[in-house]
């Protein structure tokens, strides 16, 4: 959802949000970087991405 200008190389530097790499395995462990770092207990996404991030959300499951 950012702006179509939007350099994804900047965002993934800068460590945004906004950035989840596209390996399901490196996405989770982004995932529980952030709950550890930042304390996050949720995401939420739009249904936009829900197919690309269904391998994310298997890993996931029950931890």
């Given at each position: 959802m950012d702006a179509p200008d939007t350099d994804p190389a900047a965002v993934r530097d800068a460590d945004a949000l906004a950035f989840l790499p596209s390996d399901p395995v490196a996405a989770a462990a982004e995932i529980h970087?952030?709950?550890?770092?930042?304390?996050?207990?949720?995401?939420?996404?739009?249904?936009?991405?829900?197919?690309g991030l269904a391998p994310v959300v298997a890993e996931l499951a029950g931890q």
């Open positions: 970087r952030r709950r550890e770092d930042i304390g996050y207990s949720y995401f939420v996404f739009g249904a936009d991405v829900a197919d």
